[in-house]
């Protein structure tokens, strides 16, 4: 069995996502990020970075989502990572594309409207909300021409770049960001949003 420790965050939601649609057997422990629980010794001791998500498997802990969600897939043996070498580069070069590139920007957005203004952290910064929506939307009007050719990311079947780049775009509702000049993304977008796995994963979190 896995165990996940995670917060409501869309790094955390990713493992979730990919947890639930390989069919893993896991538990999931929340760690409360207000109180600095990941600040803790005993979290420390799991991951010295004090960053969720972390996975504990037959004693042994991974943190960083990337590397969480392949190694499950993995596990499970799950054709949502192929076993084929360059099918699987191809969900890596999508993964690396969200975690560097339109992924950072979306997290970006959050971070200045939503997680400041929960936290008390101050207003958000001008410069780097602009500076992220300007390249949120080259990099979506590159993705939605993708999209308009395939209906996921990699090897025309779902995988687990499906799910981790989902967890980020998902945001656009929290920070209201329009999907409208994208189509294609927004259809993808409602494919993965209608997946019970999704739903169940979700229902995990804290309300």
């Known amino acids: 069995m ?39 010794e005993q979290f420390l001791q799991m991951n010295p970075v004090g960053k969720v998500p972390v996975l504990e498997h037959d004693g042994e802990y991974l943190f960083e989502s990337g590397a969480i969600c392949r190694y499950v897939a993995n596990v499970m043996d799950s054709p949502l990572y192929p076993a084929n070498k360059l099918q699987r580069a191809r969900v890596d070069q999508w993964m690396d594309f969200f975690t560097c590139h339109l992924g950072r920007w979306f997290t970006i957005l959050y971070y200045e409207n939503v997680i400041k203004l929960k936290f008390k952290l101050g207003d958000a910064d001008e410069d780097s909300v602009a500076e992220a929506l300007k390249f949120a939307n080259q990099q979506l009007a590159m993705l939605d021409k993708q999209l308009a050719a395939t209906d996921w ?55």
């Open 2 to 40: 896995f165990r996940l420790y995670g917060f409501s965050t869309q790094n955390t939601l990713k493992t979730l996502y990919v947890l639930e649609a390989v069919g893993a057997d896991y538990e999931y422990e929340f760690v409360n990020l207000a109180k600095r629980e990941q600040r803790q």
């Open 153 to 207: 990311l990699a090897n025309d079947a779902m995988s687990i770049a499906d799910l981790f780049a989902y967890a980020y775009i998902e945001q656009y509702r929290a920070v209201d960001f329009s999907m409208d000049d994208y189509p294609h993304v927004l259809a993808w977008i409602n494919t993965i949003d209608s997946l019970d796995s999704i739903k169940v994963a979700r229902e995990r979190l804290p309300s």
